[in-house]
């Protein structure tokens, strides 16, 4: 190599990483002074990080310091170096993983997103960004006297945001998730029209668990997720009663560890795309992706999880993401700091938000129907609850009135005793059951009275004669009245609501998969 050469430019498919042998390499990235240098590597060090594993395009520009000699490793051998080599595959990995973490404090503006803390647009966009660990430059036209300078030289009114600067040079205004993922190529190496062993659809714990044991076992795996992954359980702040981790993790942290077992085993993860409908008249099965993308499946697993239900309020849509929000993470809890809050639920990831919020809130009220907490929330949440000056438990009460034009202004409870009660608080954090994420499956599978995915023993011989259950056995435990169609999680019907059970069954569906494809 010489002085100068380009190796990888920023912005480029990471389909390689280097070795150094002799001379030196730098690591470079675009920045509003021009160019940062973010690290030299000398002979015996190598690049790459995260982007690598996964065939994303380039953080950051990898180019010859001094003339010298490197080894160019193409990623399909990374891939299969860390799946061969346990030793090699921990240096690799924790690099790789402690690069990323520093790219992301570095503050890379490969991606810069201008837009205000009022606008819910602006609140899903960083939430997208953040969970997909992907860093990014953040303009708020409230109070960033910059703002405007940026707008005018891209371009752009005032009316367009939120609008994402990509790569400098992309100007995306008031974005979908599916643009910005595609603008940042999250999914460019992917072949989406290759058959699979398994596609899975969600990556949510179980989804993510199934493809950590699939990849891990020779099967090819796709996996779809709509938005980050995680799931519901990726937003929760922190995770204290998951076997193995006693000090807790939050969930987004849980989630980028898995997704980087996955990819490591050689999984291919396809984020801002959601299944839009399963056609299962046939084998191979085929997933409707939207946008005319049809991905074919030999087995499906359906790990597509479920959702909050929403308060039955008419003017609820339009304070969604400006005030009411249905995830307590570092973002929310950064616009209510000082500010009163409301929990509104009695489950483990409504008793994680109100500890977690009361940490920076004014102070947090919780709000359930019940008489109290003990059938729905573990107990240590309970006690910390209790102990907590800044949390306030109202039991047998109820949402009845939000107010608000643009963003909640106050809202309304009523108690067991019907009196009601005003109070001028800005944020409401909904947390109240769910419901399963089963549309996009319309006929195809057997569900339940409230949309739940039937398996295994809940079927009925009259449901899979409905179905044309074509096979002599019944269904394994996890498939449902489709031969090789599976649901793990929360979107089956009599699954446990916890993050573990969740990952307990997606790593089993793995070995029901085999025994289909054996079949």
Sequence with gaps: MEEGQVLLGEGRRADSFFVVRTGSIEITARSGNGEDLIAILAPGQFSGEVATLAGRPQLASVRAREPGEVIEVPREALLGLVQADSDLSDVLMRT?????SALIAHGLESAILVGSAYSPETLAIKEFLTRNSHPYAYVDLDHDEDAQQILDRFGVGSGDVPVLICRGEVVL?????????????????IDPARPRDLVIIGAGPGGLAAAVYGASEGL?????????PGGQAGSSSKIENYLGFPMGISGQELASRALSQAVKFGAEVMVARSATKLSCGKRPYV?????GLKIPARTVVIASGAQYRKLPMSNLPQLEGAGVYYGATPIEAQLCRDEEVIVV????????AAVFLAETAKHVHVVVRTRGLEETMSRYLIRRI????????HAE??????????????VTWRDAAGATETRPIRHLFSMIGVSPCTEWLESCVALDERGFVKTGPELSPAELTSAGWPLSRRPHLLETSRPGVFAVGDVRCGSVKRVASAVGEGSIVVSFVHQLLAE
Excluded: K, Y
């Design 96 to 100: 790789f993983l402690l690069r990323r």
């Design 173 to 189: 205004r008031n974005p979908t998730t599916t643009r910005i993922a595609d603008c940042l190529g999250f999914n460019e190496a």
């Design 220 to 228: 090819d795996v796709l996996m779809l997720e709509s938005e980050a």
């Design 287 to 291: 997933i409707d992706a939207g946008e």
């Design 345 to 352: 639920g009695g489950g483990n990831s409504a008793g994680q």
């Design 386 to 393: 209790d102990e907590s000056p800044a949390i306030t438990l």
């Design 397 to 410: 009460t109820e949402i009845v009135r939000l107010d608000g034009d643009h963003h909640l202004e106050s």
